[in-house]
């Protein structure tokens, strides 16, 4: 069954991090949420179900613990005042590494699935439509947070915004386009919606699942074609040297994105009929990927190149050398990184 998201996700938003959930929590409800566990110092984290930005009310207050063995705790605070804890072991998470929770919201209980597996239920002990507020606080470090609502007719609205920790910086666009003004919401950055339309037509996939086999492959429906968007999530291997991401077009590549670490550059080039083109390595600012960390990159086509962001900054305009658009359509990834969530 195909899903519509009944609000945009959060990208890279920073820990500790607070957000709306748009129209209070509904029963078919699912939030997900990817990121990775810092091998750092501290011994927990915590996603918090709450009624506004205080955290005095707690609907449902899920938070491992890697002490003693490792293991959750769940409670509700209402109040101010925490009830009685349930506690479940063993704890399906590890220091340094990534994961994927989903919540879905039942009629009486939360489900959490912990990368892909059922973890723990959680009933009830306040009414869950109070709840309009999510945060993350601890030793975590996010990629995504992401809404689906699991009892909808696949129906996907004409413009969706993605939502950023930081606005996205991409240089100013041609004199005869008005831009439409940034709004805030909630202390989280929004992109300009004319900036990443979606095609009403054709609702992008999501693939949830935390830990793609690599190389990755998939479809671009109806390929490319002007405010056209493609969205991978995933976290850089500790030792990696190099990763890629491929939009190609039959046998050959019309856009190569190749972050090498091993060089400090971010790669770019064009591959036809089995021949390389001239590479593009000029970046403005530093080499945005880091070992270790989680990273987003968001490709969007337009009309003369694609424009390029990593982690909600602008990183490159890269200018089409194939032309026929919609024939570019197939995604490739592959290299030293754990691929978490792509949307096409």
Not at 25 to 35: D, S
Not at 82 to 96: A, D, I, M, S, V
Request: glycine share 8%; proline share 10%.
């Amino acid at each position: 069954m195909a899903f519509i998201c009944p609000q945009p996700p959060y990208l890279n938003p920073v820990v500790p991090f607070s957000g709306i959930i748009q129209g209070s929590l509904q029963e078919g409800l699912q939030i997900t949420v990817n990121g990775a566990v810092l091998a750092s110092s501290g011994t927990r984290f915590a996603v918090n179900f709450q009624t506004g930005p205080s955290d005095n009310d707690i609907a449902f207050h899920f938070n491992p613990r890697f002490e003693s063995g490792g293991y959750l705790v769940c409670n509700t605070k209402q109040n101010g005042r925490w009830g009685p804890e349930e506690r479940k072991t063993p704890l399906p998470l590890q220091r340094g590494s990534p994961f994927e929770l989903s919540f879905l919201v039942q009629s009486s209980h939360f489900q959490v699935t912990v990368n892909g597996s059922l973890f723990v239920q959680y009933s009830h002990r306040v009414p869950f439509h109070r709840v309009d507020t999510l945060s993350v606080t601890g030793i975590v470090q996010l990629s995504s947070i992401s809404f689906q609502n699991t009892r909808a007719a696949p129906v996907q609205p004409a413009f969706s915004t993605m939502h950023f920790s930081q606005a996205a910086r991409f240089p100013h666009k041609p004199k005869g386009r008005k831009p439409q003004k940034e709004r805030v919401n909630h202390a989280v950055l929004s992109a300009p919606q004319h900036m990443f339309p979606q095609n009403p037509a054709v609702p992008p996939p999501a693939y949830p699942n935390p830990a793609y086999p690599l190389p990755f492959f998939t479809g671009i429906p109806g390929g490319l074609y002007p405010s056209k968007s493609i969205i991978v999530f995933g976290t850089v291997l500790p030792s990696a040297q190099r990763f890629h991401i491929n939009l190609r077009s039959g046998s050959d590549i019309a856009f190569h994105l190749n972050p090498r670490f091993d060089e400090n550059a971010v790669v770019r080039n064009t591959q036809v009929n089995g021949s390389w083109g001239s590479e593009e390595r000029r970046l403005s600012g530093k080499m945005p990927f880091t070992r270790g960390q989680s990273f987003s990159v968001w490709i969007q086509c337009e009309g003369h190149c694609l424009r390029v962001a990593v982690n909600g900054g602008h990183l490159c305009e890269y200018h089409h050398r194939l032309r026929d658009l919609p024939a570019i359509n197939n995604l490739e990834v592959a290299g030293d990184i754990h691929l978490t969530h792509v949307r096409t």
